[in-house]
């Protein structure tokens, strides 16, 4: 019977401290089920796209499981994080332990029962609940892919077992910690360790030098990018250096700040304002980190949440820009090629004629065609010079090159060109004088302003979805196109990459639904010279299946950003309100009234609160530019839809910003008035 209460012991003396400490644990426990919960619907949602065999579901399962490991390493740092919050308040009762008379190796088997009691806990709860929501969250997903689904209940057996090995591994680590942290210090340090950080920090000016010139740096970057390419080889790099300075500045900058409030004794010397200051500052090498990670978490929520609206909203726009008519003929010419401009081909006549056959056959009409010729090749550019040649050492640049009478038919123009003249539009740094394209030299005429094409339904043809820098010609004809093709391929090395001119007819069609698909089924078969034909239609399909999967796995990655934003300033608060609350009871003893003190309360969590909010709505406004155009690689030309959802997803994280500081700030005071 004394072997079985032995045994008993620590369970119950592991389940009473839970309930002692039920306000930091709690929460706790609710955060480590909802990402358990995440991590097995996400885990079964995978293996019910794999199951099921549906066409595009190669894709969805690639992006949902790649969503599962990133978020595994979110849920790693996560629940450190929180843990060393609970940790930082239990110290001081664990040293109380030691001092009655307990051993360390006694405290060992209690934080032993304590993170098992979590770690099943969450477990229990986060399967149970992701067993009830991973059909509904199956579902979800298909919607979103627009593809037609049915509620069937099941339990995969292997997203059970990966969720329990990752919580296992997870908890392990975090009880090695908790054991590690008590065992190094004594007693006494553990007594006092919650008491830790009471000295005013000094002004480290360095550090602070240091964040504002990574910030700016980072700052530079995002601005300074002018293609795709650009955006997306320094966005990595620019988000290193934000969060770098962001970091400095909030440890740094804040308590210089602060100090050069103290200096202003008209600001100072206020009840409410001396209080909040003169805490603040002696604990703000704590509170920075924190306040830090808020404003990084806060901002990756709004880039997450304003680009995968945006993706999914304008999929249409998308696809338009993609597939400018609901039929859309290619038909490679290298005829025209290996004539080196003297050649001629009869491929396009055929084509349109054969269009127009098979629609009168199909029982449609072939309405709003519109065809042009094409020439596009990637190239090194240097001084006014592009060449395919391997190994230049220019930028990489995406050449496209159109005939005049294309283009002066695409936007209702009549310019004229003399031989050996261009008109020109860039993305990158303005051409002047001459120009050579592949050893063929021309004279820029002109200048082209970027409106008109990206406005247009060729936009994306032109390359302006290509991530890298942009450079259109207007050339006087296809002779010209002819000659620019052979010399981009006589350049090219080993027939790497061979540049052909493309002849491009587009066109919607009007009909029934079956005459329709009789003549999209037919065309490949009975239209002469096509090398490839796209029908908008079934590209749909295709793009609903990518970004739906791409909201999908973003919904996942914002709750878990919103998650640990919560749970920080939960924890924040909580922590400061128990290291207030012996202040504010001396300030209540010398004469502060209830509202003084509620006041003071709210001018000190106000002067710090919303400092992450503000620098990460600066942080979304300095990248923008450089979202657009990452974006672009998706597609994703429409800046205005991109900034309206920016826009909102900003206003709605404000709102829920506000509701959780509003909660945070009651719990403060209570804790601060027990």
Same mark, same amino acid.
């Not at 099941?154 to 969720?163: K, Y």
């Not at 090695?176 to 008491?195: C, G, Q, W």
């Not at 004469?591 to 909010?613: A, D, H, N, W, Y």
């Given at each position: ?131 009830? #929501? ?449 202040? #504010? ?90």
């Amino acid at each position: 019977m004394n072997t079985m209460h032995n045994l008993l012991f620590y369970p119950r003396l592991a389940g009473t401290n839970v309930k002692k400490n039920s306000s930091i644990y709690y929460p706790y426990l609710f955060a480590g089920s909802l990402m358990a919960g995440l991590l097995y619907v996400l885990n079964s949602v995978a293996d019910m796209v794999a199951d099921s065999g549906m066409e595009g579901g190669d894709i969805m399962h690639m992006l949902v499981r790649i969503c599962f490991f990133i978020c595994i390493l979110f849920v790693f740092i996560i629940l450190f994080y929180i843990n060393s919050f609970i940790m930082k308040r239990r110290k001081k009762e664990f040293g109380l332990f030691c001092i009655l008379g307990m051993e360390k190796k006694h405290l060992a088997f209690v934080l032993f029962w304590e993170v098992f009691l979590g770690m099943l806990i969450s477990l229990l709860a986060g399967i149970g609940g992701g067993a009830l #929501f991973s059909q509904l969250m199956f579902l979800l997903l298909l919607k979103f892919a627009g593809l037609p689904g049915r509620l069937t209940f099941r339990i995969p057996v292997q997203a059970v077992g990966e969720t329990c090995l990752i919580y296992l591994i997870c908890f392990s680590f975090v009880l090695v910690y908790d054991i590690y942290s008590v065992f190094r210090a004594n007693p006494t340090e553990l007594l006092r360790s919650s008491r830790e950080g009471e000295r005013e920090p000094k002004t480290r000016w360095f550090l602070a030098l240091i964040g504002a010139a990574s910030l700016g740096a980072g700052y530079v970057k995002a601005l300074t990018t002018y293609t795709a390419s650009d955006a997306l080889m320094a966005f990595f790099p620019a988000v290193i250096l934000v969060i770098i300075g962001t970091y400095c500045l909030f440890q740094a900058g804040s308590i210089a700040l602060l100090k050069t409030l103290r200096k202003k004794k008209s600001f100072y010397y206020r009840p409410e304002n001396f209080v909040s200051v003169s805490g603040m500052i002696y604990r703000m090498k704590q509170n920075a980190a924190g306040l830090a990670s808020i404003c990084i978490l806060s901002t990756a929520v709004l880039v997450t949440l304003s680009s995968c609206l945006s993706l999914y909203a304008g999929e249409e726009d998308m696809l338009k820009n993609q597939f400018p008519r609901e039929i859309n003929l290619y038909a490679e010419l290298p005829e025209l090629t290996e004539g080196g401009g003297s050649g001629e081909s009869t491929v396009p006549g055929a084509m349109k004629e054969a269009a127009e056959a098979l629609s009168v056959s199909a029982g449609c009409t072939a309405k709003k065609q519109m065809e042009l010729y094409l020439l596009s090749f990637g190239a090194s550019y240097m001084n006014n010079r592009f060449s395919t040649a391997f190994g230049d050492n220019g930028r990489t640049s995406m050449v496209s090159i159109l005939p005049l009478d294309d283009y002066n038919r695409l936007y209702d123009q009549t310019r004229v060109l003399e031989e050996g003249e261009v008109l020109y539009l860039t993305t990158g740094e303005p051409l002047s004088g001459e120009v050579e394209i592949c050893g063929e030299k021309y004279r820029i005429r002109e200048q082209l302003k970027e409106e008109p094409f990206r406005e247009s339904d060729i936009t994306q043809f032109l390359g302006f979805g290509s991530a890298a820098e942009l450079h259109v010609f207007i050339v006087p004809g296809l002779q010209d196109m002819g000659r620019l093709s052979a010399a981009s391929n006589a350049q090219a090395q080993e027939g790497r990459f061979p540049a052909y001119i493309y002849y491009n007819l587009f066109f919607d069609l009007e009909g029934g639904e079956e005459a329709v698909t009789a003549f999209e089924s037919r065309a490949a078969a009975e239209i002469p010279g096509i090398t490839r034909i796209y029908v908008r239609s079934q590209a749909r399909a295709e793009f609903y299946e990518l970004y739906g999967s791409i909201l999908f796995v973003g919904i996942f990655f914002i709750a878990l950003f919103l998650t640990a934003t919560v749970l920080i300033i939960y924890y924040k608060q909580i922590t400061e309100g128990y290291d207030d609350r012996e202040r #504010f009871q001396i300030m209540e003893k010398v004469g502060m009234s209830v509202k003084e003190v509620r006041k003071t309360i709210t001018r000190q969590v106000l002067l710090i609160f919303f400092l992450p909010l503000g620098m990460s709505v600066i942080h979304i406004a300095v990248a923008f530019p450089q979202l657009c155009k990452m974006m672009t690689v998706f597609g994703m030309t429409n800046i205005g839809l991109f900034a309206v959802f920016t826009l909102l997803s900003v206003f709605l994280f404000a709102l829920a910003y506000l509701l959780v500081y509003r909660l945070t700030a009651r719990i403060y005071f209570k804790i601060v008035q027990a």
